[in-house]
């Protein structure tokens, strides 16, 4: 089954629990009982997240960076709801090839961006991206990486396709922007293609478990096992890679990350980073300040 089939059969059973619980509270509890229940059907996972987001006050955090405030973890809390529903409930499972790549000969001497989404995610992530780069005539290509919860290291020859596809359009290396498990995925490639740090312009991580995350504790998938604190996969990727490597990297990270946590997880030596203060995972890829860091990086040398 498919990444985008498998969302859209969740997001059916959580219209009919909605559906169901709102039957039931509307029988017990008349018209605000039925209303009080459809919503907890559809979005009472909003309220077990909640306390996770208040909970990141109490972890460690980069040199240098404040304690969350709680206004902060509660707009953090609030965007990422919406960012979950725009992108599971809508832009993936029905939006996965809604925007076509933009990659051909027209695009030569105009370097291009290559988008890699993270876990249970496909391209219909990268939409809003690339409506945006379309706007400006940036070349782009976005991949669902595929099978969805395999091990990392088989997202290789895909990672490697795409980004020869934008070296030969362009003539470029291109810019890679990379969500939370897609920033592995790129680290895996190169060393699968001991590919030279050359090959590519810059890499912008998003909420990347570089060192691992305590979240993936939560599933069994290859790809999720990878991913845990310190696993023996994430230290041999390390021991694989130079410093020279590290330093085309910007790591985006957020203290009130949700998922990749504590934040600085989500940081490699060397790299530069970038806080994007009172943002969940999910929502670093709507933030403003990225898109702007990213078009910047395509304008430098």
């Given at each position: 089954?498919?990444?985008?089939?498998?969302?859209?059969?969740?997001?059916?059973?959580?219209?009919?629990?909605?559906?169901?619980?709102?039957?039931?509270?509307?029988?017990?509890?008349?018209?605000?009982?039925?209303?009080?229940?459809?919503?907890?059907?559809?979005?009472?996972?909003?309220?077990?997240?909640?306390?996770?987001?208040?909970?990141?006050?109490?972890?460690?955090?980069?040199?240098?960076?404040?304690?969350?405030?709680?206004?902060?973890?509660?707009?953090?809390?609030?965007?990422?709801?919406?960012a979950y529903e725009k992108v599971f409930s809508?832009?993936?499972?029905?939006?996965?090839?809604?925007?076509?790549?933009?990659?051909?000969?027209?695009?030569?001497?105009?370097?291009?961006?290559?988008?890699?989404?993270?876990?249970?995610?496909?391209?219909?992530?990268?939409q809003h991206w690339a409506r945006q780069l379309?706007?400006?005539?940036?070349?782009?290509?976005?991949?669902?990486?595929?099978?969805?919860?395999?091990?990392?290291?088989?997202?290789?020859?895909?990672?490697?396709?795409?980004?020869?596809?934008?070296?030969?359009?362009?003539?470029?290396?291109?810019?890679?922007?990379?969500?939370?498990?897609?920033?592995?995925?790129?680290?895996?490639?190169?060393?699968?293609?001991?590919?030279?740090?050359?090959?590519?312009?810059?890499?912008?991580?998003?909420?990347?478990?570089?060192?691992?995350?305590?979240?993936?504790?939560?599933?069994?998938?290859?790809?999720?096992?990878?991913?845990?604190?310190?696993?023996?996969?994430?230290?041999?990727?390390?021991?694989?890679?130079?410093?020279?490597?590290?330093?085309?990297?910007?790591c985006v990270y957020s203290c009130c990350d949700?998922?990749?946590?504590?934040?600085?997880?989500?940081?490699?030596?060397?790299?530069?980073?970038?806080?994007?203060?009172?943002?969940?995972?999910?929502?670093?890829?709507?933030?403003?300040?990225?898109?702007?860091?990213?078009?910047?990086?395509?304008?430098?040398?």
């Amino acid at each position: 089954m498919s990444n985008a089939r498998q969302q859209q059969l969740v997001l059916a059973l959580r219209l009919l629990l909605g559906l169901l619980l709102g039957a039931w509270g509307g029988l017990h509890w008349g018209l605000q009982g039925a209303v009080l229940m459809t919503w907890t059907g559809l979005f009472g996972w909003t309220l077990l997240v909640l306390p996770v987001f208040l909970l990141l006050r109490r972890l460690p955090r980069p040199e240098g960076q404040p304690r969350p405030t709680v206004a902060q973890c509660l707009r953090a809390a609030g965007l990422e709801w919406w960012a979950y529903e725009k992108v599971f409930s809508w832009h993936q499972p029905f939006g996965e090839w809604r925007h076509p790549d933009r990659c051909d000969a027209g695009y030569r001497g105009r370097r291009g961006v290559l988008l890699l989404h993270g876990f249970r995610c496909n391209r219909g992530l990268w939409q809003h991206w690339a409506r945006q780069l379309d706007a400006q005539g940036i070349p782009h290509v976005s991949l669902s990486l595929d099978p969805p919860f395999a091990s990392i290291d088989a997202y290789a020859e895909q990672v490697e396709a795409a980004i020869r596809r934008l070296e030969q359009a362009t003539g470029l290396p291109p810019l890679v922007v990379a969500h939370s498990m897609g920033g592995l995925a790129l680290r895996a490639w190169r060393r699968a293609m001991k590919a030279a740090p050359g090959r590519l312009h810059h890499v912008i991580t998003l909420g990347t478990p570089h060192a691992g995350t305590l979240m993936a504790q939560l599933s069994g998938a290859p790809n999720a096992r990878q991913m845990r604190a310190r696993s023996p996969w994430l230290q041999a990727l390390a021991e694989s890679e130079s410093a020279d490597w590290w330093r085309r990297f910007t790591c985006v990270y957020s203290c009130c990350d949700q998922v990749v946590c504590p934040s600085g997880l989500a940081l490699l030596p060397e790299a530069q980073t970038l806080v994007v203060p009172a943002s969940g995972h999910l929502q670093l890829v709507f933030e403003p300040s990225v898109m702007a860091l990213v078009l910047q990086r395509l304008r430098a040398d």
